[in-house]
């Protein structure tokens, strides 16, 4: 009788198992890790670092359980939290350091969960690396700091490539790459160094722009971070002119931007004006303003090579004065530098007349005067009339005190600031015809100003 054998299991498709790899990473593409790993060379206190990536090629979650590395000169650095889950097309990334101290071939044996690997590096002799006068040899990766420089200058700094080895040794690489440094100065590879031997040599940093610049130091097989700091050099102090010093009311008058010395850089500021008005119970006037662009505002702009800034293609602008008494204060300000102020004062005047004329009516007579107050303060008027012999005629000086009405013409209608247009109609008894000219006398807070005789 034959007996048949019946097995019971369970079937589990191949492609649903979790599986794990390791693969090294370049920071942009994965190679497979096979069974032993070469790291490359170092040189005694460089530190040479390999990054590595475990990645879950199965369709399942995977834990990763186990990241260990055993042997002299190689640590793990940047590892997950284990025990860590994969998930599927996922990775979790560790990074080994291999950090020699003497010249040896050194390896160490890397555990990825049941994964063994050899790892190996070497340490190879390599020249040591000090900046200036210090003793201090620096690691491969170092940065050396130029600092701040400014635009149009340069900083030296001075290396040693000193043997310090057993054996001589070929320097067969030296290189300065990076915008803004230029090296190696004095020495040029290759260059043979016995033990003991040393060789000096220089770097300039010389920044084209006024930014952070970093380049590079090689040396053989290690490389050295150089940075800088680009400056642009500062604006030169500028300074306001005016045209005149002297301030008057309804005068034209233009200022200028100087420059202490010739500009190296472009840059651009702003010019405003404001006006604070020394008359009470007024705020401004806004007749005071540049007679181009913006009234209380313009642009300034500094070219390089220039020893006054300009307004558009002008070395000055125009303004006026306005019509009532105050300071008039010009700021000029650029960026990253204190603004610079300038006062002009326009004081308190006596009147001053502009027009005047009369017309004569079938009994009446037309004084017509047009002028400008800058304290707003027009009071008391004087006319006096004369035939044409020059004779004074009856009953000789006409006064006015037109105190009330110059007020609420200033404060109440008024739209011009201080000036005005005066009428004032005379009626006459007789023959209109025998008044052949004319004076007039306005008074305000300062003084009297009286007009010249007008004939009509």
């Known amino acids: 009788m034959i007996r048949r054998l019946l097995l019971c299991c369970a079937l589990v498709p191949l492609g649903a198992l979790a599986q794990i790899q390791v693969f090294l990473f370049d920071g942009t593409n994965e190679t497979p890790a096979g069974v032993l790993v070469n790291v490359g060379s170092a040189a005694p206190g ?48 560790f990074r080994v350091a291999f950090n020699p101290i003497s010249i040896a071939t050194y390896s160490a044996f890397l555990l990825v969960n049941t994964i063994n690997i050899t790892i190996q590096g070497t340490a190879t002799p390599s020249a040591g690396l000090a900046v200036g006068g210090s003793s201090t040899l620096l690691a491969a990766g170092a940065v050396i700091d130029f600092g701040s420089v400014l635009i ?53 940093f010389q920044p084209q722009t006024g930014q952070a610049a970093q380049g590079t130091l090689t040396v053989n097989q290690r490389s050295f971070v150089l940075t800088g700091q680009g400056l642009a050099p500062p604006l030169p102090t500028a300074s306001i002119q005016l045209g005149s010093n002297v301030g008057t009311s309804a ?61 558009g293609t002008q070395s000055s602008i125009a303004f006026q004065t306005g019509s009532t008494a105050g300071t008039i204060v010009f700021t000029f300000t650029l960026p990253n530098t204190p603004p610079q102020q300038l006062s002009l004062i326009i004081p308190p005047a006596p009147i001053v007349l502009d ?68 009428l004032a109609t005379f009626p006459v008894a007789g023959d209109v015809t025998l008044i052949a000219a004319f004076d007039v006398q306005i008074s305000n807070s300062v003084g009297a100003t009286k007009s010249q005789t007008i004939s009509f």
């Open 46 to 93: 460089d530190t040479l670092t390999t990054r590595f990536h475990v990645r879950n090629v199965g369709e399942g979650p995977e834990v990763l359980q186990t990241l260990s590395i055993a042997g002299s000169g190689f640590t793990i650095s940047l590892t997950p939290l284990l025990p860590y889950t994969i998930a599927p097309g996922s990775f979790a990334e």
């Open 152 to 204: 149009g200058s340069s900083n030296l700094q001075t290396f040693k490539l000193a043997n310090l080895n057993n054996a001589n040794i070929a320097i067969v690489t030296l290189l300065v790459s990076g915008l803004g440094f230029t090296g190696p100065i004095g020495a040029a590879a290759p260059i043979q160094l016995s033990p003991g031997q040393s060789v000096s040599f220089q770097i300039a």
């Open 251 to 311: 005068q034209q008058n233009n200022i200028s931007i100087p420059l202490a010395t010739a500009s190296q850089v472009s840059g651009s500021g702003t010019l405003t004006m404001t006006f604070q008005p020394s008359v009470a119970g007024v705020t401004d006037d806004a007749a005071v303003q540049f007679l181009s662009g913006p009234t209380r505002s313009a642009t300034v702009t500094i070219s390089p090579g220039e020893t006054a800034a300009t307004f």
């Open 355 to 422: 027009t005047a004329g009369a017309v004569r009516r079938a009994s009446n007579l037309d004084v017509s005067v047009t002028g400008l107050d800058n304290t707003y303060s027009a009071s008391q008027l004087a006319f006096t009339f004369y035939d044409s012999t020059g004779a004074t005629i009856a009953p000789g000086v006409i006064s006015v005190d037109a105190t009330a009405a110059f007020h609420q013409y200033f404060f109440t209608s008024n739209q011009t600031g201080g000036q005005f247009a005066l």
